[in-house]
């Protein structure tokens, strides 16, 4: 199976997902990776939180036991976020959990947005998961994308541009 950080990774830079499928991790010393860190420890602490599944998943919180929640920092990449919940839900829905929605909780922001799953998302998450362990097999690291904003707060930046 595919982790749910390298499903997210697949949406934000397929260069990323290599070097962290590959053990290079340059995460623990990211300011912003801290940060996002804080927030999910010190919100919603009255919920279940974390939950671990199959070493393979990590669902940040879960409510009413039919919504699942993924708490992020920003909206940066808000397509990779979205599609790492649909994951967690094709994910639980593989082994027989029937959960057909979840909503991204952005606590600074005061925002949450619903995610649904719909019929079509199946059979893209499939194509995806094949993508993701064909990098994953690579030798090659897959070449860099053209330079934006978001990239200078990667914690991987130093092997792109410098």
Same mark, same amino acid.
């Given at each position: +199976?595919v982790?749910?950080? @390298?499903?997210?990774?697949?949406? =934000? &830079? ?9 053990g290079?991790? +340059? @995460?623990d010393e990211?300011?912003? =990776?801290? !940060?996002g860190?804080? #927030?999910?420890?010190?919100?919603y602490k ?6 671990m !599944?199959?070493?393979e998943i ?19 990449? @808000?397509?990779?976020? #979205? ?5 967690y839900?094709?994910y639980l ?5 029937? =959960?057909?929605?979840?909503i ?8 949450r =947005? +619903? ?7 199946k ?5 995806v998961?094949?993508?993701? $362990?064909?990098?994953?097999n ?5 070449? $860099? ?5 978001? &990239?200078k707060? &990667? ?5 792109c541009y410098i």
């Amino acid at each position: +199976m595919v982790s749910g950080i @390298e499903f997210y990774y697949y949406f =934000v &830079c397929k260069r990323k997902l290599w070097f962290y499928t590959h053990g290079i991790s +340059m @995460e623990d010393e990211n300011e912003d =990776v801290k !940060i996002g860190k804080y #927030i999910e420890e010190n919100y919603y602490k009255n919920s279940q939180k974390n939950i671990m !599944i199959n070493d393979e998943i990590n669902i940040d919180l879960i409510r009413n036991k039919k919504i699942i929640h993924e708490i992020k920092k920003s909206q940066s990449f @808000e397509e990779a976020n #979205i599609w790492q919940l649909k994951y967690y839900i094709y994910y639980l829905n593989s082994y027989g959990v029937d =959960v057909k929605e979840g909503i991204i909780d952005y606590p600074n922001l005061r925002k949450r =947005v +619903m995610v649904t799953f719909e019929k079509d998302d199946k059979e893209y998450i499939e194509n995806v998961i094949n993508e993701i $362990k064909s990098i994953k097999n690579s030798e090659k690291i897959p070449g $860099k994308i053209q330079q934006i904003k978001v &990239c200078k707060k &990667c914690a991987f930046y130093e092997f792109c541009y410098i």
